[in-house]
């Protein structure tokens, strides 16, 4: 899992709240209203994307096995069924699934990491709380994303995202990038070889040796850290020294 920095109980525990959040706020929403955050999707693009999404992972989680799972249709509900009705009924199988699954469970998973069931509740509180943060922007006003989820969504950002080739950013950047959370002190230095490659690197070790040259810094809460990261919103709400250029290569999303 890399350097993940909660567990099973702390992943259910966002999705417990993220999930109704994401759901009072579509629900109030006309079902055509643009999502600001997300260009060209409407709130029922964004209902369907985390409903096909949920719809997927309960495809293939409890399986047992760690080869990728057959391609099928999702991101529809059945004939008949309404969107948020979908919505619901896959919220809902998706907690009752995770929390009786064992995060040690072999399970496929597209990160160069662990292929282990505990990836899919991880990956899972992160998806629903910036979906919920864009569902709640498209009515205006956004809550943050809660501190201590915020600093495990950067770290998945560096730590599953990136060396997964799931990078946005240009790929050619060079040097060594230092994030820090005001509110969480906790900081990461991660070093760009161009090419999309990239390290996560030990800070304490880092510190000790000679070869520690920041060429941009980046301090923020952990919610904006993570949103800047994803394209939420821009890396001007950081306070930033350095080359800013140098953090477009961290985005994804």
Same mark, same amino acid.
């Given at each position: 899992m890399g350097r993940s920095l909660g567990n099973k109980d702390f992943w259910l525990a966002s999705l417990r709240a993220d999930g109704p959040a994401f759901r009072s706020a579509v629900a109030e929403a006309p079902i055509d209203a643009p999502v600001p955050s997300c260009p060209e999707w409407t709130v029922k693009h964004?209902?369907?994307?985390?409903?096909?999404?949920?719809?997927?992972? #309960?495809?293939? %989680? +409890?399986?047992?096995? !760690?080869?990728?799972? +057959?391609r099928r249709d999702y991101g529809r509900p059945p004939a008949g069924t309404g969107l948020l009705d979908w919505w619901d009924d896959r919220f809902a199988a998706l907690l009752t699934t995770l929390d009786g699954l064992d995060p040690e469970l072999p399970a496929w998973n597209w990160a160069p990491q662990a292929k282990k069931a505990g990836f899919w509740h991880r990956r899972m509180a992160h998806?629903? @709380?910036?979906?919920?943060?864009? &569902?709640?922007?498209?009515? %205006? $006003? &956004?809550?943050?994303?809660? &501190?201590?989820?915020? %600093?495990?969504?950067? @770290?998945e950002v560096l730590d599953t995202w990136l060396p997964a080739g799931r990078g946005t950013g240009p790929r050619t950047a060079h040097g060594i990038v230092a994030l820090s959370a005001s509110d969480a002190e906790h900081e990461w230095h991660v070093r760009l070889r161009g090419q999309g490659g990239l390290a #996560?690197?030990? !800070?304490?070790?880092?510190?000790?040796? =000679? +070869?520690?040259?920041?060429?941009?810094?980046?301090?923020?809460?952990? $919610? =904006?850290?993570?949103?800047?990261?994803?394209?939420?919103?821009?890396?001007?709400?950081?306070?930033?020294?350095?080359d800013e250029r140098l953090l477009e290569a961290l985005r994804t999303g």
């Amino acid at each position: 899992m890399g350097r993940s920095l909660g567990n099973k109980d702390f992943w259910l525990a966002s999705l417990r709240a993220d999930g109704p959040a994401f759901r009072s706020a579509v629900a109030e929403a006309p079902i055509d209203a643009p999502v600001p955050s997300c260009p060209e999707w409407t709130v029922k693009h964004l209902i369907g994307h985390l409903a096909g999404v949920y719809d997927f992972v #309960l495809g293939h %989680v +409890e399986r047992g096995v !760690t080869t990728a799972p +057959e391609r099928r249709d999702y991101g529809r509900p059945p004939a008949g069924t309404g969107l948020l009705d979908w919505w619901d009924d896959r919220f809902a199988a998706l907690l009752t699934t995770l929390d009786g699954l064992d995060p040690e469970l072999p399970a496929w998973n597209w990160a160069p990491q662990a292929k282990k069931a505990g990836f899919w509740h991880r990956r899972m509180a992160h998806e629903t @709380a910036v979906h919920r943060w864009d &569902a709640q922007f498209s009515l %205006v $006003s &956004a809550e943050p994303i809660e &501190a201590k989820l915020a %600093v495990d969504g950067v @770290a998945e950002v560096l730590d599953t995202w990136l060396p997964a080739g799931r990078g946005t950013g240009p790929r050619t950047a060079h040097g060594i990038v230092a994030l820090s959370a005001s509110d969480a002190e906790h900081e990461w230095h991660v070093r760009l070889r161009g090419q999309g490659g990239l390290a #996560l690197l030990d !800070t304490d070790t880092l510190l000790d040796s =000679d +070869e520690y040259h920041e060429r941009a810094v980046a301090r923020g809460t952990a $919610s =904006d850290l993570l949103l800047a990261l994803y394209g939420r919103v821009g890396f001007d709400v950081l306070e930033i020294t350095g080359d800013e250029r140098l953090l477009e290569a961290l985005r994804t999303g």
